[in-house]
């Protein structure tokens, strides 16, 4: 197992890399069966703003797993409503045959965070 993230935090089973996933080295050697993204931008208080800012994070994440991700492996990643998220679903759907979203009943009932689930990598 694998994470990933710019802040630090120790973990005895899991290898952490520290740093901004677009920018760390992450093995080319290294494929994974599930790809999973709590990842949320830094919080402007605009929620167009902030909207916008994850769903560009998305796309990057979805661009990630093309290379990361094995034949019929899975992404998880967290997003919002909003204006881009058609974009990002047109993405999921050109990489996975099937895409669903999940909210869990720990996620805020009035908030509009919700999960894209991408399942059977195509390629
Ligand atoms: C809601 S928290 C998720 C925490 C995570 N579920 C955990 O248990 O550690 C959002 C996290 O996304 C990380 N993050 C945001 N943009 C990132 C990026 N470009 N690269 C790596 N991590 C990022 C932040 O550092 C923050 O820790």
Redesign the pocket.
């Known amino acids: 197992m694998l994470?990933?993230?710019?802040?630090s935090?120790y973990s005895s089973n899991v290898k952490i890399i520290q740093?901004?996933?677009?920018l760390v080295l992450i093995d080319p050697k290294d494929e994974f069966d599930l790809i999973l993204s709590?990842?949320?931008?830094?919080f402007s208080g605009d929620s167009k703003v902030d909207r916008g800012r994850t769903h560009k994070?998305n796309l990057?994440t979805i661009k990630l797993s093309k290379r990361l991700l094995k034949k019929k492996g899975s992404l998880v990643i967290?997003t919002f409503e909003g204006e881009d998220i058609k974009l990002v679903r047109e993405q999921m759907k050109k990489l996975f045959f099937e895409v669903r979203d999940y909210k869990p009943q720990s996620s805020k009932k009035g908030s509009s965070e919700f999960y894209i689930v991408g399942l059977k990598k195509k390629y």
């Not at 994470?3 to 802040?7: A, F, I, L, T, Y």
């Not at 740093?19 to 677009?22: E, L, Q, S, T, V």
């Not at 709590?38 to 830094?42: G, I, K, Q, S």
């Open positions: 994470k990933v993230d710019k802040q935090e740093g901004d996933f677009n709590d990842m949320a931008p830094e994070l990057e967290k």
